[in-house]
């Protein structure tokens, strides 16, 4: 069974950073997507970013390219979210999630423009807060 934990999260004021670690156990295969969500009260979830764990061909919303950064490190099953500039409008719970079904995610991603939230396997979240 997959599972994934994430950390990082807190307040901080606009303007400020932050990185959100996720980490993984369990993969039962070395191809997978790897991306953070996040939800906002009252909102509908949305893709933020997300990495291929074999080539690392990464995508990002439109709200966040520039100031969003995906990373991974294979070796430690670990994928990270670095967040600069960050505005209050990017207040949310932040969640990472898994899914193997590469060709369908990124076939998605690149006909809409968005990042599908169907992902199989979910982390638990962690609250970013960002005041002005």
């Known amino acids: 069974q997959v599972q994934l934990g994430e950390s990082g999260g807190g307040s901080v004021q606009a303007g400020g950073s932050l990185r959100l670690s996720c980490v993984g156990s369990?993969?039962?295969?070395?191809?997978?997507?790897v991306g953070w969500f996040r939800q906002a009260p009252g909102k509908k979830r949305e893709g933020v970013a997300v990495?291929?764990?074999?080539?690392?061909?990464?995508y990002y919303a439109d709200s966040v390219k520039g100031r969003f950064t995906i990373s991974q490190d294979n070796a430690k099953n670990a994928v990270y979210l670095q967040m600069n500039s960050l505005k209050p409008e990017d207040t949310a719970m932040y969640y990472c999630?898994?899914?193997?079904?590469?060709?369908?995610?990124?076939?998605?991603?690149?006909?809409?423009?968005?990042?599908?939230?169907?992902?199989?396997?979910w982390g638990q979240g962690t609250q970013v807060i960002v005041s002005s």
């Open positions: 990495i291929a764990s074999s080539a690392g061909n990464t």
């Open positions: 369990g993969f039962t295969s070395r191809h997978y997507l």
């Open positions: 999630a898994t899914d193997d079904r590469i060709f369908q995610k990124t076939t998605a991603i690149q006909a809409l423009g968005v990042i599908p939230t169907d992902f199989r396997y």
